[in-house]
């Protein structure tokens, strides 16, 4: 497996009293899924994200 087989999308929710909403109360959030559409990896920023789908990536290749 590798890094550029997963999809990264970003993903919102509502939560008003988390400290990164907006002021419509929405929260974003990147996750990175693997080809059955699994969320493997999740993040605030998407360099966060990215980071976590490198060690999924690593553990999968062992």
Same mark, same amino acid.
């Given at each position: *497996?590798?890094?550029?087989?997963?999809?990264?999308? $970003?993903? %919102?929710? &509502?939560?008003? &009293?988390?400290?990164? +909403?907006?002021?419509?109360? *929405?929260?974003? %959030?990147? !996750? +990175? $899924?693997?080809?059955?559409?699994?969320?493997?990896?999740?993040?605030?920023?998407? +360099? %966060?994200? !990215?980071?976590?789908? $490198? $060690? &999924? !990536? +690593? /553990?999968?290749? /062992?």
């Amino acid at each position: *497996m590798k890094l550029k087989d997963l999809i990264f999308e $970003r993903i %919102e929710h &509502y939560d008003p &009293y988390n400290s990164r +909403a907006k002021n419509n109360g *929405m929260v974003s %959030e990147w !996750v +990175a $899924r693997n080809e059955w559409g699994n969320a493997v990896a999740f993040g605030d920023t998407k +360099a %966060e994200c !990215v980071q976590d789908a $490198r $060690r &999924y !990536v +690593a /553990i999968q290749n /062992i």
